[in-house]
């Protein structure tokens, strides 16, 4: 097992992995912007450095500080969190070069599934569904025309270098078809420095399913079932779930299996997540993977009681995953997890701040991740999750009364918090139902304004 793990995070996360360290007896180093001199992360990692001014990219993403404080530190491994530089095989290939384990699957691995297309083509040759679109990407507008036409409209293009909704233009008819690419590809080589596009068919509201695995680095790979992501706003998830209440156990099976087929082809290691998109016949759809612990790898964690940072750990450091895992992992019960964010939650503004008041709810199924605390500062230069608020409960009616429960306990003053607009959430007899896809929320939100338009005071 490794001696020291330094943790290229902050926030929630960074707080998770020292957590993890500790109760396995590994020494912790945080690292920490001007910022965040005063955060948890700090307190409690066994050692400390400072990497530079607030701007992420002049200290949490600062490769070659981080990897000085690493090599200062003198550890043996390097825990990237989610986010930052968790996805960037460059750094992981800096790791390699100074001999410090990077947490995670090796980088040509991370490489070809930040690829989106060539990860697509990867999950197609291992028999993974994927939807109808291009083989490969699409140079010309009038190569976009012939795929568009043997696809059938609506067609979705996205960006290879993509990923999370960047770079995506749904065109409806063939007229579209030339503005969006010349669209695409501009928007696409100006974030990503790759204008690439591939072309998938459209799906129509979509829900938003996704695998969790892990592989070890013996060739073992296993899955730890899905999560519906489904509630989002601007491809940011509010609310995630296990299991997903639409797929079977004959589907998870299925899925599962094919996947474990998948992964060992590729050499995959470590923990990761395969997102699918279901459409209304309930057939998923591979669209990317994710090579990183997820946000929302709580309700996993609930469900099948394993401890995926503390996996990812020991897979790192070389264990198998039938030494680390017990012969059958079984689903219990049905886990919610609610994003808790610094935000107006009517106006989604961010809300930095002084915290002055802070209650964290607790009790029977209840599991709160967060850094913050009461008399907490919320800095302005990161993203504005705060707290994870995770519930179990013995069905998704337990947990859903657990989850208003908590949110009613759950105070937060000095900024605004999400937590009323979960609330709300809570209410909608759709979501209750379980009937709900990614086209959830603009719904829900356009009806709520309009609901408040109609209200008497408000009348002109
Ligand atoms: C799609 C799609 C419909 N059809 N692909 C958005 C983020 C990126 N990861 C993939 N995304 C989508 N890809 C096809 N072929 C709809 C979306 C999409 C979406 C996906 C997951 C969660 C929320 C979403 C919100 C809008 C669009």
Redesign the pocket.
Known sequence: MFRKILIANRGEIALRVINACREMGVRTVAVYSEADRNSLHVRFADEAICIGPPRPGDSYLNVPQVISAAEVADVDAIHPGYGLLSENANFAEVCRASNIKFIGPPPEVTRLMGEKEKARQAMKKAKVPI?PGSDGVIPTVEEAEEWALKVGFPV?LKAKAG???RG?RIARSSDELPNHFHAAHAEAANAFGNGELYM????EN?R?IEFQVLADEHGHVTTLFERECSI?RR?QKLIEEAPSLQVTPKLREEIGRTLCRCLTEIGYQNAGTV?F?MDAHRQLYF??MNTRIQVEHPVTEAITGVDLVKAQIRIAAGEKLDAILPSKVEMRGHAIECRINAEHPRKFTPSAGQITAFNVPGGNGVRVDTAQYAEGVIPPYYDSLIAKLIVHGADREEAMARMERALGQFIVRGIETSIPLHQEIFQDAGFRAGEFD?GFMERFLAGRAEAEKSRPENAA
């Open positions: 939807l979705i990923g999370g909704g995506m998938e068919k459209f799906i979509p938003h989002q491809h997102e998109l669209i990317e990614t």
